[in-house]
Structures are given as structure tokens and as C-alpha cells.
């Protein structure tokens, strides 16, 4: 497709359960991000992807949290025993070779 | 750690107004600024800068990098309602790290 694609939307989930949220990135991008952003806050970096080298996890804030991307293009952030405190919108981003980075529409979580 | 910062937190102007929105970085290995705009989910880009003292210009937008003094400003001419929205300004460093954000400008454009 012509931009970064991500679903669901919308994700609302009981406390406990656990949650996968995908990002298709635009075609041929070897860079992929995970951000996540909070009521009234910045961007938070979680977790990037640059082609076949290890990603940096150095942003995910707990073990719940992991991510993986399959044949260098899409990729999965899952979110274990979800809490409250994890609702959030979760935003993915991909760059080839500039500084820019492209952003998705985003998943919104909520935990209830 | 690296930082951003902007100001104003959040500013309401009227149709017409000027405005300007500032960000101020302190960032390892900097290498250039961007700025975003955010009207519902999806951060849409708008500039990157990367050397000091040109101006980047796009309609009514405009943006200018001071290396130096280690800020950006972000000016908007003869505002519209449709300019209302989060504005985020991000540092890069070299190399493939993440974009470091600051929390935004919310601008809200009244008619």
C-alpha cells in the first residue's frame, strides 16, 4: 500500500487478557518503529526494527511487552496481561533511507 | 538522556493570527529536527531539517533550525481552523535510533 497500515483501530480488552497489534509498514522500508502515546503525552519510543539486525527493546516498559517482524515487513506488538495502565494509542512508524519517518493511523487500547 | 522540549503547551489564536510554536532539543549525535503534525491518531510529517539557518517553507508554514542555540521554531501564517491540531517536534540522531519527541503544542485556531 501507498502508507503504513495498522489494526485493529480501535482494541478494547479486560484487565488480564493479551493483546496483538499489527503494522503493515510501506513496501521496501527496512526501518520499523513502535511508539506509544498516552492521554496529554509525547510519543514514547518502544521498540524499532532495522532489517536483519537484533531490534533495540531498550522502550519496552516491561516484560509483558514484545514485538516481532516477520520476513522483514510486518510486525506484531503483543501486549501480555494487559493493565489499565497500558491504554494507550500504540503508533508504528517505518523510514528507508531519510530521517523521516512515516507514521500509521494507530491502534487505541483501551484496558478496562 | 536526550530531551525536547517545546512551548507553548497548548495556544488558541484567532482565524488569521501568526503564530509561533518553539522546541528546543538536546540530543547525542544530532543530526536533524522534525516536526509533525497530529490532528486525530496518525502523526503527519511536515519538515526535516538539517542545517541551521534555512528555511523550510510549505504554503503558510514555515521552519527554521539554529544549531547553535539548539532550537526550532515552527511559524504559521494568516492561521485557519483546519491548522488546529497537535504540532510534535522530534530530534534524530545518528544512525537508526528512534525519533525523540517532545509532548506538543496543542493549537487550537478559533474563527
Known amino acids: 500500500g501507498a502508507g503504513v497500515s495498522q489494526s485493529p483501530s480501535n482494541k478494547v480488552t479486560e484487565k488480564g487478557k493479551d493483546v496483538e497489534l499489527r503494522c503493515d509498514p510501506i513496501?521496501?522500508?527496512?526501518?520499523l518503529y513502535w511508539y506509544r502515546q498516552s492521554l496529554g503525552q509525547g510519543l514514547e519510543f518502544l521498540i524499532y526494527?532495522?532489517?536483519?539486525?537484533?531490534?533495540?527493546k531498550s522502550g519496552l516498559p516491561s516484560d509483558r511487552f514484545s514485538a516481532e517482524r516477520t520476513g522483514g515487513s510486518v510486525s506484531t506488538l503483543t501486549i501480555q496481561r494487559t493493565q489499565q495502565e497500558d491504554s494507550a494509542v500504540y503508533l508504528c512508524?517505518?523510514?528507508?533511507?531519510?530521517?523521516?519517518?512515516?507514521f500509521g493511523p494507530g491502534t487505541r487500547l483501551t484496558v478496562l | 538522556e536526550d530531551k525536547v522540549v517545546q512551548s507553548p503547551l497548548s495556544l488558541v489564536v484567532h482565524e488569521g493570527d501568526t503564530v509561533t510554536l518553539n522546541c528546543s532539543y538536546e540530543?547525542?549525535?544530532?543530526?536533524?529536527l522534525l516536526w509533525y503534525k497530529q490532528e486525530k491518531k496518525a502523526p503527519t510529517f511536515l519538515f526535516m531539517l538539517?542545517?541551521?539557518?534555512i528555511e523550510k517553507k510549505s504554503g503558510r508554514l514555515s521552519s527554521i533550525l539554529d544549531k547553535k542555540e539548539l532550537f526550532s521554531i515552527l511559524n504559521i501564517t494568516a492561521t485557519q481552523t483546519g491548522d488546529s491540531a497537535v504540532y510534535l517536534c522530534?530530534?534524530?540522531?545518528?544512525?537508526?535510533?528512534?525519533?525523540?519527541f517532545g509532548k506538543g503544542t496543542r493549537l487550537s485556531v478559533i474563527a
Open positions: 512508524a517505518s523510514r528507508l533511507r531519510t530521517d523521516t519517518q512515516y
Open positions: 513496501s521496501g522500508h527496512t526501518a
Open positions: 526494527f532495522q532489517g536483519n539486525s537484533a531490534p533495540d
Open positions: 540530543v547525542t549525535n544530532f543530526r536533524s
Open positions: 538539517t542545517s541551521s539557518g
Open positions: 522530534a530530534g534524530f540522531s545518528q544512525g537508526n535510533t528512534p525519533l525523540v
